[in-house]
């Protein structure tokens, strides 16, 4: 199957990256490249349209071109990072808008309402939070499939025979709420543990640290280390004793919960967004009720060693730590379901035919296909 995935930035202008900027990248554009290699493993012809002018190249079976390339080509599957708008002069029969960020939000109805409208995409959500927020976006159908875990962590990580030092990690985008996270630290946290740590692996503007500098986080234990590269990001995980995510409403995710799972680092959240979804009350994590049960739960697993190690076991037997290569599985199921449901649409390898012209017997469906190929085991 010929299968195209697109990433346009909200201008119109194509991200650029492919494998070799692997360290570098988070959360969609990562996802995309597993995907993409794991879809490429199954046998399928894929393309990544991620360059801006520049020549095509191949790297691990999969062809990375430019959108001018992309439009001159002929797909059967064609995969978008969030904008249906990306689908314009791209021929193929299935359109898949892969909702990595939340259409729902204000920033992408102004993008894209229009897109969806006008393209009628199939839309594959990551969560129930995110499908269940997005109930008036023009669509042909939705799905659920969930992130794979990468390689280079899922089985990667024993249980502990120890129990790691009070070091905590935020690793989110500061912007999702990292001030409720510093708010609970310096009233709960280090007033209770003093010499407990916690370690910020991003950019952190002054805003999303309540203005406080960086002297006055650091007297307060807390400290900020910048964006780090996925592989020690990754071997930091492995070392620390939790991982602190409060979630966002632009949460359509989260991969860094299911990583720290990977990790066998429990996660204590918020639950906003999709976290809740992500993390297993009191099982892999804690999902608080406020900032205040946040801070205790912090100073909790920090101290008591015992429930640490309840989460910590509990971690690598996460629902979600799922391979990319079983994901890709789920995905070819879909394009196979969309297929068989729009018969009069979409003649895989061949360019899309009217809809005026269907074969005679051939009903449209009177009500939308939505399916439900994977959902989080409750």
Same mark, same amino acid.
């Given at each position: 199957m010929r299968i195209i995935f697109l990433d346009l930035e909200r201008s119109g202008r194509p991200r650029q990256f492919d494998f070799s900027d692997a360290e570098t990248l988070r959360g969609g554009e990562r996802g995309l490249l597993y995907l993409a290699g794991a879809l490429a493993k !199954?046998?399928?012809?894929?393309?990544?349209?991620?360059?801006?002018?520049?020549?095509?190249?191949?790297?691990?079976?999969? !062809?990375?071109v430019s959108m001018a390339s992309a439009r001159s080509g002929v797909f059967d599957v064609a995969i978008s990072n969030n904008y249906a708008f990306a689908f314009d002069g791209i021929h193929a029969p299935i359109k898949i808008v892969w909702t990595r960020n939340p259409g729902f939000s204000v920033a992408h109805l102004k993008a894209d309402f229009l897109g969806k409208l006008r393209h009628r995409p199939h839309i594959v959500h990551l969560s129930r939070y995110t499908r269940r927020r997005s109930w008036f976006l023009p669509r042909a159908g939705s799905s659920i499939i969930h992130h794979g875990v990468p390689p280079e962590l899922l089985g990667s990580s024993a249980p502990r025979t120890d129990v790691p030092s009070p070091v905590a990690l935020f690793s989110s985008y500061a912007s999702?709420?990292?001030?409720?996270?510093?708010? #609970? *630290?310096r009233r709960i946290v280090h007033p209770a543990l003093p010499h407990a740590r916690l370690e910020v692996t991003a950019e952190v503007a002054p805003k999303h640290a309540n203005n406080l500098p960086d002297a006055e986080l650091a007297a307060s234990g807390i400290h900020v280390l910048g964006s780090l590269p996925w592989s020690e990001l990754m071997e930091r995980m492995r070392q620390s004793r939790v991982m602190l995510v409060p979630g966002h409403f632009q949460e359509t995710y989260n991969n860094l919960a299911i990583e720290s799972a990977a990790a066998g680092l429990p996660c204590i959240t918020l639950g906003i967004g999709a976290l809740?979804?992500?993390?297993?009350?009191?099982?892999?994590?804690?999902? #608080?009720?406020?900032?205040?049960?946040?801070?205790?739960?912090?100073? !909790?697993?920090?101290?008591?060693d015992a429930l640490w190690r309840r989460y910590h076991l509990n971690c690598f037997k996460? +629902?979600?730590?799922?391979?990319?290569?079983?994901?890709?599985?789920? *995905?070819?199921?879909?394009?196979?379901?969309?297929?068989?449901?729009?018969? *009069? !649409?979409?003649?895989?390898?061949? +360019?899309? +035919?009217?809809?005026?012209?269907? +074969? #005679?017997?051939?009903?449209?469906?009177?009500?939308?296909?939505?399916?439900?190929?994977?959902?989080?085991?409750?």
């Open positions: !199954r046998g399928h012809e894929i393309t990544v349209a991620t360059r801006d002018g520049a020549a095509d190249i191949v790297q691990q079976s999969v !062809r990375f999702r709420n990292l001030s409720l996270v510093v708010d #609970a *630290w809740g979804e992500r993390v297993k009350h009191d099982q892999t994590g804690w999902v #608080a009720g406020n900032v205040e049960d946040m801070g205790r739960s912090i100073v !909790r697993v920090l101290t008591d996460h +629902p979600d730590l799922v391979s990319w290569d079983d994901r890709a599985v789920t *995905w070819e199921n879909c394009f196979a379901k969309l297929q068989a449901n729009r018969p *009069w !649409r979409c003649t895989l390898g061949a +360019p899309t +035919p009217n809809p005026l012209e269907r +074969p #005679a017997g051939v009903v449209p469906p009177s009500t939308e296909q939505t399916t439900e190929l994977h959902e989080l085991s409750t």
